[in-house]
């Protein structure tokens, strides 16, 4: 009878393990969406020349390492609703980026926590007033990450955050990325594509310590920079 009345204590602990079988940190690029798409709710958005977009805020597919980020700014309002986005270049089948982002402040904070403790330090690594902008590399994929702390809502102020994860070796979507607070990327790549700097390591710092040498201490690539 115990044993019985035991199995019955965790059988919804189980069930609850079991439901989630999809984690974005465990994902391989390129990935085939089909599975997903025939599992989960997920709407495909063909607005674009060059890609195409497939967004979701099923909260089974809203897994990081784990963690779930589901939630919503506003229950009412599907603009403030914790998302998915993954990606696809037009004429390939395949997937090879995707997109979290988060709108509620708890949630982004955590993420945030998590994913600096899971990446660690990085050498792209911007800082200003409201906003943060880091870049990693880790395990043949860039993370793009960027907080935003100036968002007001109903006259509250609130945190988001987005993380944009492109398979390294796809250059159309680091170039996409490469963007906003994440413009210099594009820069120190086109350094790292010169034939100096070609089959050696050549890391951001040192395209940071380049650019002070040849610029000085006021050159624009130092000014926010964390070292």
């Known amino acids: 009878m115990k044993k019985l009345l035991l199995l ?7 069930i609850s393990c079991q439901k989630n079988d999809f984690d974005l940190y465990k994902i391989s690029f390129p990935m085939d969406i089909t599975p997903l798409g025939a599992k989960y709710k997920i709407r495909e958005d063909k607005g674009y020349s060059d890609m195409v977009r497939y967004n979701t805020t099923d909260e089974d597919l809203l897994f990081f390492d784990g963690y779930n980020f589901s939630g919503s700014l506003d229950d009412s309002n599907s603009l403030f609703e914790n998302s998915l986005s993954f990606f696809k270049e037009i004429g390939n089948n395949k997937i090879e ?17 998590m994913l600096v403790e899971k990446l660690g330090k990085t050498d792209f690594y911007y800082q200003k007033t409201d906003f943060t902008f880091r870049i990693w590399n880790a395990e043949g994929k860039t993370y793009f990450f960027e907080t935003n702390s100036s968002g007001e809502y109903n006259g509250k102020k609130f945190k988001s955050c987005d993380l944009f994860v492109v398979d390294s070796k796809n250059r ?39 650019r002070e040498k040849e610029d000085g201490k006021d050159s624009y690539f130092l000014k926010n920079y964390v070292k």
Do not use: C, V, W
Not at 8 to 14: G, K, N, Q, R, V
Not at 100 to 113: G, P, R
């Open 97 to 113: 980026a995707y997109k979290i982002l988060i709108t509620t402040s708890s949630e982004a904070t955590k993420f945030e926590e």
């Open 8 to 14: 019955i204590a965790i059988f919804p602990f189980l």
């Open 172 to 210: 159309f979507f680091i170039n996409f990325a490469s963007a906003g607070g994440f413009q210099y990327y594009g820069d120190y790549l086109h350094e790292k594509d010169k034939p100096e700097n070609t089959g050696k390591k050549f890391t951001y710092r040192d395209f940071i310590d380049q």
